[in-house]
């Protein structure tokens, strides 16, 4: 999503995870989970995987090694998988389906060619997400993300592909995010006006 954003030419404050997504069809499950093994990272969650380090040695820790350690000597790079469907430590995503099928952008990493979900289809995963976060940061992240994919690609707003549904719980949940924070959150992030934020999503 940071490189869809960027390239637009709109500042992303970009994440804490790296998510990664893969069709099961064409790539086994343990040939990613091999990959991630050897590139340092530990299965930590149902869908997340970690690599530990030390703050101030920046030394690779073991997850047994970093209870060790205070937290606060802590960092932590995570990767969360999601496939189109259940599969054992990844997060089903039905929408990828559609990623697969056609609904895909591409951007240039270091000199990689790497597929992305369509702006359109990241917009629609957020809106079916941010109803359901119990978890107020990661909440606020999603509007956050939600309105910088939206702002970035104008054309979206009142798109009549995004699932009603979606749209619906979204639009009822939008008065409860002004009064519990979520918006004020959002906008500190993304370092603009409520007014903008506000208005971009009511457009929806």
């Known amino acids: 999503m940071h490189y869809l954003v960027k390239g637009r030419g709109f500042p992303h404050m970009g994440s804490r995870d790296i998510d990664i997504f893969f069709d099961p069809k064409k790539i086994a499950l343990r040939k990613v989970e091999g990959i991630l093994g050897k590139m340092g990272f530990h299965r930590h969650s149902t869908f997340r995987w970690v690599k530990i380090f030390h703050s101030e040695t920046e030394k690779e820790l073991h997850p047994e090694e970093s209870k060790k350690h205070p937290m606060h000597n802590l960092s932590y790079v995570y990767f969360d998988i999601a496939t189109p469907s259940k599969m054992r430590h990844s997060m ?44 107020a940061f990661k909440r606020t992240k999603d509007v956050a993300d939600l309105y910088a994919i939206l702002n970035s690609h104008i054309e979206l707003l009142g798109h009549k592909k995004f699932s ?16 519990d924070g979520t918006l004020a959150g959002a906008v500190g992030m993304l370092g603009t006006s409520a007014e903008n934020v506000a208005q971009v999503l009511e457009n929806l």
């Open 92 to 135: 089903p995503e039905p929408l990828l389906k559609r990623v697969f099928a056609k609904e895909m952008g591409f951007v240039e990493v270091s000199g990689i060619r790497i597929m992305v979900p369509s702006a359109r289809m990241l917009a629609e995963m957020k809106l079916k997400s941010i109803p359901e976060r119990k978890d």
């Open 164 to 179: 009603r549904k979606s749209v619906k719980k979204f639009r009822e949940r939008l008065p409860r995010f002004r009064i």
